[in-house]
């Protein structure tokens, strides 16, 4: 099926005051080739602050969620690390680029949370029902976002304590979801939700685990769907798509 809806890169303004800056342009000093450690095809999602450190998949990308894993490029040392076997994926990284957020793909359904840090390997973190995965990191690593259950509900853990805890999944706020990325006080979350027939991207203002105020983010015009992406460290602007999310 062609979907006519078009796609927008959006930004939404989620405080009630910004302070506007000159946005100065940056010249590229260089293009670093990762290469294709395994497979045919790789994709990197995620860099350090250093930009010494990748996260990303490699393997047979276009072939369904089992046919790449998760690596790591650590570009300070050329090492290439292979995280997962059999199947994964992984979004979150720490800004130091110590500790990785994703999913061992078990199944073409079923898949497992972990994080990765290169002292304890890969943990597995604790789930509700058959399935979840971590999209984000807290930037001082001791809280995850994402998703646990079916369908999904948006949950949080923590990944600092010992076992990691899974400390609250949100199944009271819509069929499904998933939390996309988080302030740097942890004090807001970005939220993908699906309720009433439709999807939009949520800000939702946090007391510790507790929702003070859920935003919805309006899509742009008569688009059906919105789809946050990342928030900025201080929390007041989110940038996603508005549209047709099934394009993507």
Not at 41 to 49: E, K
Not at 120 to 137: A, D, E, K, N, T
Not at 187 to 196: N, Q
Request: proline share 5%.
């Amino acid at each position: 099926m062609q979907h006519t809806c078009k796609r927008w890169v959006f930004c939404w303004i989620v405080a009630l005051s910004v302070e506007l800056g000159i946005v100065n342009s940056l010249n590229a000093q260089s293009l670093t080739w990762l290469g294709v450690p395994f497979g045919v095809s790789s994709v990197a999602v995620a860099v350090s602050d250093n930009g010494k450190v990748v996260v990303g998949r490699a393997g047979d990308i276009l072939n369904g969620p089992l046919a790449a894993d998760v690596y790591i490029w650590d570009l300070s040392t050329n090492r290439v690390l292979r995280l997962t076997e059999g199947g994964g994926s992984a979004f979150g990284l720490t800004p130091d680029g110590v500790k990785v957020g994703g999913q061992n793909n078990l199944s073409s359904f079923a898949r497992t949370a972990f994080i990765w840090t290169e002292a304890s390997g890969r943990v597995q973190l604790p789930q509700s029902g058959s399935r979840s995965w971590v999209i984000c990191l807290t930037p001082d690593g001791s809280r995850a976002g994402g998703a646990s259950g079916y369908p999904n509900y948006p949950a949080i853990w923590d990944v600092a304590s010992v076992p990691p805890q899974l400390l609250r999944v949100y199944s009271d706020r819509g069929y499904g979801g998933e939390i996309w990325d988080f302030s740097d006080a942890a004090d807001i979350a970005l939220c993908f939700i699906y309720s009433g027939g439709t999807y939009r991207a949520r800000i939702w203002y946090m007391n510790g685990l507790d929702i003070q105020q859920d935003i919805v983010l309006a899509p742009f015009a008569s688009d059906p769907y919105t789809l946050g992406a990342h928030l900025s460290p201080d929390g007041t602007i989110a940038v996603g798509m508005s549209g047709q999310i099934y394009d993507i």
